[in-house]
């Protein structure tokens, strides 16, 4: 069934059992269990754009995707201890909306000679840090555990390519969990990253993945799914994908929010991704016209999200009744479900190259239902996937306690 219960022999069906009860256990169980930690540190203040500031970019954008319009050396302050040389790159994208846009994102090199054919790629997606132009990953310092990790990867001898996401950083709305967008981000860097002017010895090669953790799980699946099409042409070879705390089926939860769901407060973090899907549900599907069953309280906290990056609106929302943002339910909008489907749906079939999911047990951003029903979809529909479920481990660290597995499989899929 290529499904590993990482540190434990027992079979499926248990994996399946433990992974229904985290969904409750959470909210149960919190006053005695340890506490799990959610979704990592990410880091606010005032951006640092490198010397590139697009972020009111009003100039021509060329009209085939992933063309590098701009390439400047990453701020010493925001690159990786493991990197060699680093880059922040402005390219064109397609957003929401269908138009060609302005997206950018940050390069990271190995140190040293490439070898033959070059430095394979990994293309990065980052998970929450929240749809306002001030939280662009690439105008801040990675979190510890992000050095951690893309380290790790820039020293197996990838090059680590990580898209900003359309929209953040630059004009427009980023779209928060609209996948294909994010697909689009995530193929158009690896691009982009191919035209860069790299000093003597550096070459990055035809061989790409993708891995994403969180928000980015669902960007990296659905870059995956739409890989082989959206590059096609370009001259690239994708691989596979590698997806840590998958967003999986929270359209059919999502849509069911009114007045009287859910029947008790979710924490803040939950809270916080909630004001992110409605206002970027709100921004790319206008004619939804979704404030009309918001009340007074829903359209201000709508506002905030636009504003606020997520450390600070988790705080902000945490204890909140998001009940109270409803005057009627979603479902009350005609064609929301459907809406909401297109928006933020995770693909389960269609994939043409090997996906890897990670789960950790004690999740309570993404609790791991939602990781295992996207992979039993997946084996319904004889995808090539393979699930390996961390029990020890919460949203954020079972990012790093997948890397001994995800290292020799990556490994496998890009030699």
Not at 70 to 93: I, K, M
Not at 175 to 186: D, E, P, R
Not at 296 to 303: A, E, L, M, V, Y
Request: proline share 8%; charged share 15%; net charge positive.
């Amino acid at each position: 069934m290529d499904f590993r219960w990482t540190r434990s022999r027992r079979g499926r069906r248990l994996a399946l059992v433990t992974a229904a009860a985290a969904l409750i256990l959470p909210l149960a169980a919190a006053p005695t269990a340890p506490p799990a930690r959610a979704d990592d540190v990410v880091s606010v203040g005032i951006p640092n754009w490198s010397g590139l500031d697009v972020s009111d970019y009003a100039g021509p954008i060329p009209a085939r995707a992933g063309t590098l319009m701009a390439q400047v050396p990453l701020a010493s302050s925001l690159t990786l201890p493991a990197a060699g040389d680093a880059y922040r790159v402005q390219f064109s994208s397609r957003n929401q909306h269908g138009k060609m846009a302005s997206s950018t994102g940050a390069v990271f090199l190995p140190k040293g000679q490439a070898p033959a054919g070059g430095w394979p790629v990994i293309s990065w997606a980052h998970g929450t840090v929240g749809i306002a132009d001030q939280c662009t990953p690439s105008a801040h310092p990675r979190s510890a555990r992000d050095i951690e990790y893309l380290g790790h990867w820039l020293e197996q001898g990838y090059a680590v390519v990580a898209s900003d996401y359309v929209g953040l950083g630059t004009p427009g709305l980023m779209a928060y969990l609209n996948g294909k967008t994010a697909a689009h981000s995530i193929v158009d860097v690896v691009v982009a990253s191919r035209q860069l002017q790299l000093p003597a010895g550096a070459k990055l090669a035809k061989r790409w993945a993708i891995i994403g953790q969180s928000q980015g799980a669902a960007a990296a699946l659905n870059g995956a799914r739409y890989a082989t099409e959206f590059s096609r042409g370009r001259g690239l070879d994708y691989r596979g994908v590698v997806a840590t705390g998958i967003p999986a089926n929270l359209e059919n939860l999502y849509q069911l929010m009114g007045p009287a769901v859910p029947p008790t407060k979710l924490p803040g973090a939950l809270n916080a991704y909630t004001g992110f899907i409605l206002a970027g549900l709100n921004n790319t599907r206008p004619d939804l016209h979704l404030t009309r069953v918001l009340t007074p309280r829903g359209k201000q906290r709508i506002k905030q999200a636009v504003t606020t990056c997520y450390p600070q609106f988790r705080q902000q929302l945490t204890g909140e009744d998001i009940r109270t943002w409803f005057s009627a339910p979603l479902m009350s909008i005609p064609g929301l479900p459907e809406a909401m489907r297109q928006y933020m749906q995770t693909p389960y079939k269609g994939y043409d190259r090997p996906i890897f999911l990670g789960q950790g047990l004690r999740d309570v951003d993404v609790p791991a239902p939602s990781a295992l029903s996207l992979y039993l979809q997946m084996k319904a529909n004889n995808q090539p996937v393979t699930l390996h479920v961390y029990p020890d481990d919460d949203h954020s660290s079972a990012v790093l306690s997948s890397m001994p597995d995800s290292t020799p499989w990556l490994a496998q899929i890009l030699r």
